[in-house]
């Protein structure tokens, strides 16, 4: 392994640790918020800005450490993956601050659905990436598939019906449990790789 591949795992791994901290904020303020709406609706936007925003490194790792996917095909995946994680970051900050008004109880339309077709990527990137990544991945690679289908459940019932629909909550709130759990182990493989490769 390079020293430039060892440096991207790396860097990865603390933005896994990161993914799922920020998973786990988000996990606990989706509960509370249902008690009372503020602040932990805004702290539940902050922290999935943040893990879809983490999630950028461990594209790169990805593709750093390779799979069975042919090279080209794996360069326009890992482009549009940052491409709909930044488009959905720049829209949720958008809607944190005011600047983007979105209805969550109707099916997602405009910018609102912009920002669930992009999310309904990176969903796939997470199934994908994991399903299709080479020998140096562990069995964590069926938690990262479940982790993606259930992000893509969660984005597709917001452009189906918004937040109140019975694919929205399922796939909410798998997402919120699996990606967290799946990043931190991720975080600890990627890990694992560095150390062994710098000794």
Do not use: H, K
């Not at 799922?20 to 509370?32: C, E, F, I, K, T």
């Not at 360069?75 to 829209?91: D, E, K, N, P």
């Not at 399922?170 to 799946?182: D, E, K, T």
């Amino acid at each position: 392994m390079s020293s430039r591949t060892r440096r991207i795992v790396s860097s990865a791994s603390i933005a896994a640790y990161v993914v799922a901290a920020a998973g786990l904020v988000g996990l606990v303020s989706a509960g509370l918020s249902f008690t009372a709406d503020e602040p932990w609706r805004t702290l539940n936007d902050g922290a999935l800005l943040l893990t879809t925003a983490a999630l950028a490194p461990l594209m790169l790792a990805f593709y750093e450490l390779g799979g069975r996917t042919p090279t080209r095909l794996a360069q326009a995946a890992q482009t549009l993956g940052w491409v709909s994680a930044l488009t959905f970051c720049v829209i949720q900050a958008r809607q944190m601050t005011g600047a983007v008004v979105i209805d969550w109880n109707t099916a997602a339309s405009g910018t609102f659905a912009v920002a669930s077709w992009a999310l309904v990527y990176v969903g796939l990137w997470i199934a994908g990436a994991n399903l299709l990544a080479g020998p140096w991945l562990n069995q964590v690679r069926w938690l990262g598939v479940a982790a993606g289908v259930a992000g893509m459940v969660y984005a597709g019932g917001l452009l189906l019906g918004g937040v109140d629909t019975g694919w929205t909550s399922l796939g909410g709130i798998s997402y919120l449990i699996l990606l967290p759990a799946w990043a931190f182990l991720m975080a600890r493989e990627l890990r694992r790789i560095s150390a062994s490769a710098a000794a």
